[in-house]
């Protein structure tokens, strides 16, 4: 063992008392017995991409959802399984720490212990590293009992994760197989449960006893489909950061003579950006989303802003506070154009001191425009997935600085009436990470670890953890599990008048979605949040008493329970068999067929659309 994990922590007194918190479990989760329903196949989001994701995983594509019952539950085809053998089983973190992954780890301990007590879990230490280098600790109460619903990823480490080269993935395997693992359980976000669902492929092929299951823990939210309806940790970074906006805020109002532009984390997406203004209302947010979808250029944004300050000054508000989401500089057209550009040059090999001088006429007049802190952060090399360093990239100083500028060229030409424009700009992405997490993390992340458990004892390969109907009460919570590669894309580019798949099918990072319910609401509130001072301030992260059982506003509005559905949709099905049967009368064959024939054109419809294939 490395003398760095698993030491126990010195905990603060608020600490003590959290580590004696003990999450309830749904009901499909008590006692030792698994109850397992299996549903239809399941198959990709996206029909156009179901191709090239079978072809790409045939061993693990097209497996069916599983749903877990409680035991009152009378479901005449459900597998129970009673006999639970020793497991061993492994268990990583991937990708950026994100509050409440130890609760992962903590609910799969006592899970594993509560079916056969000569189970073992086994933590990799430093991340994947760990996990080729077979760096390992046995998980154990003493080690958990100073790491329960506690913060970071301290107790095993992670590394700068990534499983996919084949010589990655082969030595992964070479470790499950000299530890006789029978599982392997990788914590991580959109690319760490890509690489899980092809390692599960890749050990189905070799015939490696080893079954790999993903459990969905990033803090951007960004990790979201039909099947997962948040991740553990952005509960808590939501909550951390609007407390911060609300003091900032609390300070513009006070001062009145600020602008605080004050970027957000959540890499490309805007989920952290849109939850923290939903919770604290600034004065204005710039959704990266929404920004490409409108096809808004760096200048566009600037004049937008000026125009903001220049209507709040008329109201005499020399103050405000404005939102933006780190992935923001990779919306705007011409920036993503310019690293785009900058970034095939990195894969070139030419040098940072030399590519400037190689880059396009546009590309170039472009870069020399920008300030120079900007264009350093522009040259800086690109993460392991080739996207930029967006943590690095002080797009909320770019933005001020233009601003400045406008609103000064205005305040010359007499056209603004206010006073001097100030800005100071902050980044809050690192601070809340090692945040202790909220209640809900520390409940979802312990009924996550059970979920794992249950997927094992199944003998299920490739699948994620799933816990939907999340904005209920925890009793209510529906527990199961998804093939990965059911959650997989393409991604498309176009060429010509026609659109091709290029790349290997992929877990992608979820968007904002600009119809749902979440956005419409930060819209119907955008004027009012614009011109006056509503701010909200939500207070410190609780652990009891008032705002200790809230959740996700963005996960509450939004009209979700997807594996509920599917479930309520078999038993409709189920109840037309059983009453159109040979021997019914013509009258319920007439209306039954009716029925049938409307809704599966309606169906075919909304499909072809959805794929741009005309139906069949």
């Not at 693990?60 to 539950?73: D, E, I, N, S």
């Not at 900058?342 to 007049?365: R, Y």
Request: with cysteine; aromatic share 6%.
């Amino acid at each position: 063992m490395d003398s760095d994990y698993g030491v126990p922590r010195e905990l603060s007194e608020v600490q003590k008392k959290r580590t004696l918190y003990q999450p309830e479990l749904p009901p499909c989760l008590q006692g030792t017995t698994v109850r397992v329903e299996y549903g239809d196949v399941a198959i990709a989001a996206d029909p156009a991409g179901a191709h090239v994701i079978s072809h790409a995983f045939p061993h693990t594509y097209g497996q069916p959802l599983a749903h877990f019952l409680r035991k009152a539950a009378n479901v005449a085809d459900a597998k129970v399984i009673s006999e639970h053998p020793a497991v061993r089983v492994g268990i990583v973190f991937c990708g950026r720490q994100s509050p409440g992954g130890h609760n992962v780890i903590w609910g799969l301990h006592e899970a594993i212990k509560a079916h056969n007590p000569n189970s073992k879990l086994i933590g990799f230490l430093g991340g994947s590293d760990g996990l080729l280098a077979q760096k390992t600790l046995e998980i154990t109460d003493d080690v958990l009992s100073s790491y329960k619903n506690q913060g970071g990823y301290d107790m095993l480490g992670r590394t700068k994760d990534q499983i996919r080269t084949t010589e990655q993935v082969n030595g992964a395997m070479a470790s499950c197989q000299a530890l006789k693992l029978d599982a392997l359980i990788i914590i991580g976000g959109v690319t760490s449960n890509t690489d899980a669902a092809q390692l599960a492929e890749t050990f189905a092929e070799a015939k490696c006893a080893t079954k790999v299951v993903g459990v969905p823990v990033t803090l951007n939210g960004d990790l979201k489909n039909q099947f997962v309806e948040t991740t553990v940790g952005f509960d808590t970074i939501c909550k951390v950061n609007s407390q911060l906006i609300s003091n900032m805020c609390t300070d513009a109002l006070s001062a009145e003579k600020y602008y605080y532009f004050i970027r957000m984390m959540g890499r490309k997406a805007s989920h952290v950006a849109l939850e923290c203004a939903l919770q604290s209302h600034p004065n204005m947010v710039i959704l990266g989303e929404e920004v490409a979808a409108s096809k808004l250029t760096i200048f566009d944004i600037t004049k937008q802003i000026c125009d903001a300050v220049q209507a709040r000054a008329e109201k005499d508000k020399n103050h405000g506070v404005i939102l933006i989401p780190e992935g923001l500089v990779e919306s705007i057209p011409e920036l993503y154009a310019l690293l785009q550009e900058i970034n095939g040059l990195h894969g070139k090999g030419v040098s940072i001191e030399n590519i400037s001088s190689q880059l396009s006429p546009w590309a170039s007049a472009l870069f020399e425009f920008l300030p120079q802190f900007i264009r350093q952060q522009l040259l800086l090399c690109p993460e392991s997935d080739d996207s930029a360093q967006l943590s690095q990239i002080e797009t909320e100083k770019l933005l001020a600085q233009l601003v400045e500028t406008e609103m000064n060229k205005r305040l010359k030409e007499g056209t603004y009436k206010g006073k001097k424009f100030n800005a100071i700009c902050h980044f809050f992405g690192y601070q809340a990470r090692g945040a202790m997490p909220s209640k809900f993390d520390c409940d979802y992340a312990y009924v996550l670890g059970h979920v794992s458990y249950h997927i094992l004892a199944a003998g299920l390969n490739g699948y994620m953890a799933t816990v939907t109907n999340l904005k209920s009460p925890l009793n209510k919570w529906r527990c199961g599990a998804a093939p990965i590669s059911s959650m997989m894309t393409v991604k498309r580019w176009s060429r010509g008048p026609a659109t091709t798949q290029i790349g290997k099918p992929a877990v992608h990072m979820s968007s904002v979605d600009l119809r749902g319910k979440a956005y419409e609401l930060l819209r119907q509130n955008s004027s009012s949040c614009l011109l006056e001072d509503i701010y909200r301030n939500p207070g410190p992260l609780q652990f009891e008493g008032p705002g200790a059982d809230s959740k996700p506003i963005s996960l509450c509005v939004e009209d979700q329970d997807y594996m509920g559905r599917i479930k309520k949709l078999q038993e409709y099905l189920e109840k037309v068999k059983s009453i159109v049967k040979p021997g019914c009368s013509q009258d319920v064959l007439k209306a039954a067929l009716s029925a049938m024939s409307s809704v599966t054109e309606t169906l075919a419809i909304m499909t072809s659309s959805s794929t741009g294939q005309a139906p069949v």
